[in-house]
């Protein structure tokens, strides 16, 4: 079993739906949950960094991370053509860098 | 801003040569850097941990003789595949830490290869 499982999609949505995307884990000692923006030929780009359960909102993202049923998901609100990218998730149990265990990553299109 | 490079964002090379890939931290100094590949529709992997002036920690299953890191400044890290073979093709990807939380790490463009 993987440690971290995302839906490769790819998922298609009309210009401002809301979208949502998510990851399930298995290793219940993770603390630290992130998502990542990746665009073509680019990098990944932090959009959302979370510690432990809850929600966090920023602008038209937010994040929410459900421990107990070990889900975390990410909500884009008014959708944007530029919202087109592939969205990673990861998570580690520490706060450093080392041991990120990612997602396989959701391709997005927003469609104008 | 935080702006990490690598050079080149791609190559193509013959099965048995040597191949250098550089990891730029352009606008901050990075005292780690970290080596990830990801092959088609998989995740992330991380291969190693780079810290400047001192040897690279590698990730459990990544041989370290056949992919060497040099983290020569704070700025710069390599990561050679030496004697390239097919199942080296991947998509290889830095990042470069500028503070200690995972949320100042920045990452590279990322340099595709392909080994034929």
Redesign the interface.
């Known amino acids: 079993q993987k440690e971290v499982e995302q839906d490769p999609g790819p998922l298609s949505v009309p210009e401002g739906a809301i979208v949502s995307l998510n990851c399930t884990y298995s290793n219940s000692a993770f603390q630290y949950f992130m998502w990542y923006r990746q665009y073509s030929r680019k990098g990944p780009e932090l959009l959302m960094y979370t510690y432990s359960s809850g929600n966090k909102e920023d602008g038209r993202f937010t994040a929410q991370v459900d421990k107990s049923s070990k889900y975390i998901s990410l909500f884009i609100r008014d959708s944007q053509p530029s919202d087109s990218a592939t969205y990673l998730c990861a998570m580690s149990e520490g706060g450093g860098a080392n041991n990120l265990f990612f997602g396989t990553g959701t391709r997005l299109t927003v469609i104008p | 801003g935080a702006v990490?490079s690598?050079h080149p964002?791609w190559v193509i090379c013959k099965s048995g040569t040597s191949v250098k890939i550089e990891c730029r931290s352009l606008d901050f100094q990075a005292t780690?850097m970290?080596w990830y590949r990801q092959f088609p529709?998989?995740?992330?992997?991380?291969m190693a941990?780079s810290n400047e002036g001192s040897k690279a920690t590698y990730e459990q299953g990544v041989e370290k003789d056949k992919f060497l890191i040099n983290h020569a400044s704070l700025t710069l890290s390599t990561l050679t595949v030496t004697s390239a073979h097919p199942e080296d093709s991947s998509f290889y990807?830095c990042?470069a830490?500028k503070g200690?939380?995972?949320?100042t790490?920045?990452?590279?463009?990322?340099t595709r290869l392909l080994v034929l």
Do not use: D, H, N, R
């Open positions: 990490v690598q964002s780690t970290f529709k998989q995740s992330l992997m991380l941990t990807i990042s830490q200690l939380l995972q949320e790490q920045y990452f590279g463009p990322g």
